[in-house]
C-alpha cells in the first residue's frame, strides 16, 4: 500500500468518525436549529453534505481498490457503515 493509498483511508476513517459523531447528536443538533427556524436548510445541507461523502468515499474505493485489492473489505466496509448511518439517521 503506497503512502497515498494509506493517507486517504486513514482521512475516509476519520470522515466516518466524524460522521457518526455527528449522528450521535443528531437530535439535540435538530433542536437547536429548530429553534432557531433553521429547519429546512439545515435538512437540506445535512443531505448534501451526506451524500457527498457517500459519492466520494464510493468514487475514491473505487480508485483505489483498482490499484489493491486488499483494500475492497475496508472501503465496503467504511461504505456501508455510512449508509448504515446515513438511512438511520435521515
Wanted: net charge positive; hydrophobic share 60%.
Amino acid at each position: 500500500m503506497s503512502k497515498k493509498q494509506k493517507i486517504l483511508a486513514v482521512s475516509f476513517l476519520i470522515a466516518t468518525g466524524i460522521h457518526l459523531l455527528f449522528c450521535n447528536f443528531y437530535p439535540q443538533i435538530y433542536g437547536w436549529v429548530n429553534l432557531r427556524d433553521f429547519v429546512s436548510p439545515f435538512l437540506i445541507l445535512t443531505k448534501l453534505f451526506r451524500l457527498i461523502l457517500l459519492a466520494v468515499l464510493a468514487a475514491l474505493g473505487f480508485k483505489n481498490i483498482a490499484k489493491n485489492r486488499k483494500l475492497l473489505i475496508y472501503y465496503l466496509t467504511l461504505f456501508f457503515f455510512n449508509l448504515v448511518l446515513f438511512v438511520i439517521v435521515s
